[in-house]
């Protein structure tokens, strides 16, 4: 077990540094910070005093190097409009996003796992018919549309919750719910889709083996045939689309963020884009893609809990 673990780290290493070297030349390419952080009345000479300081003058492969040293000592630079350092400005974002992404994904599962068991053990059903009708509307409405059908019912109608705004879970449980539930049923509703189709899928492939007929021919009760027998027997697929999902929650959250207001990553991520500010924007991407990294990593060790074979394979 140790030696796989230790294997799969060492091969996520070459893929952060192939990541950041692309995020390196991709933004050094796209334009000159120099010229962002003087403004458009800058004169040329203020300009090039500006990229002396930030060494932006030394060939590319020093810039690289020096970046990613900056980077192993936890300096990711300092943000070129508002002169905060960029690990600072990521801390006071991350509560929000990891906020709605834990939340997101916890009911998603409590919710779509079930589902799909019931829509694979009642196939061609009325049920069966109801949960791919889900699926089908999380993944055909677009989340801004789920978002202000939400904020206009619950909260313009019902006035039930709050139309924008986060508050942290340390002002208080009640607060925090009341601003973290509309976000979060938008997102869960795609993400339901996501892990009931896929659950569904899954279980209808165990549900045709042999060893399923020989649990029915026992006498087994039905639902320990479908949870013990049926959905352990196919959950690896089912935890790879769990975490992705997560990953992609934490990574993808712009959309959502910036229709309920949230103070998030996803916000952080568009304003930098928009005001290129170059460091927040390699430091964002970067802790995005750490993140699928950490994310594979942990489903690949699930799959050997899950399933001792593969790690033979």
Not at 4 to 29: C, D, H, K, N, T
Not at 34 to 50: E, M, S, V, W
Not at 194 to 212: C, G, P, Q, V
Request: aromatic letters at 8%.
């Amino acid at each position: 077990m140790v030696g796989y673990i230790v294997q799969r780290i060492l091969a996520a290493i070459p893929v952060m540094g192939f990541v950041a070297l692309i995020v390196f030349l991709l933004l050094r390419l796209s334009g000159d910070p120099a010229a962002i952080l003087a403004g458009d009345a800058a004169t040329p000479a203020q300009i090039a005093r500006i990229r002396d300081q930030l060494g932006l003058n030394d060939p590319l492969y020093i810039q690289f190097f020096s970046w990613i040293a900056d980077m192993l000592r936890g300096d990711f630079g300092t943000s070129l409009l508002s002169g905060t350092p960029v690990t600072q400005m990521i801390a006071q974002r991350m509560e929000p996003t990891l906020s709605l992404a834990l939340t997101t994904i916890t009911l998603s599962v409590i919710i779509a796992v079930p589902l799909g068991v019931i829509a694979a053990w009642k196939q061609g059903t009325l049920i069966d018919r109801f949960v791919m009708l889900i699926s089908v509307v999380g993944f055909s409405v677009p989340v801004f549309v789920i978002g202000y059908l939400m904020i206009s019912f619950f909260s313009m109608e019902l006035r039930w919750f709050p139309v924008q705004g986060f508050r942290s879970i340390t002002q208080g449980v009640g607060p925090f719910v009341e601003r973290i539930t509309l976000p979060t049923l938008t997102l869960t509703l795609l993400y339901v889709a996501l892990i009931a189709r896929i659950t569904r899928t899954s279980m209808l492939e165990i549900l045709n083996e042999d060893y399923i007929r020989t649990a029915h021919a026992k006498g087994l009760p039905e639902r320990k045939v479908l949870m013990r027998h049926a959905l352990r027997n196919c959950s690896v697929p089912i935890i790879t689309v769990i975490g992705i999902g997560f990953a992609l929650i934490i990574s993808g959250v712009v959309v959502t963020e910036s229709v309920f207001n949230l103070p998030g990553l996803g916000r952080l991520t568009l304003d930098a884009v928009l005001a290129r500010d170059y460091p927040v924007i390699q430091a964002v991407i970067l802790l995005a893609s750490l993140i699928y990294v950490l994310v594979n990593l942990l489903i690949d060790i699930a799959y050997v809990l899950l399933d001792p074979r593969i790690r033979y394979q």
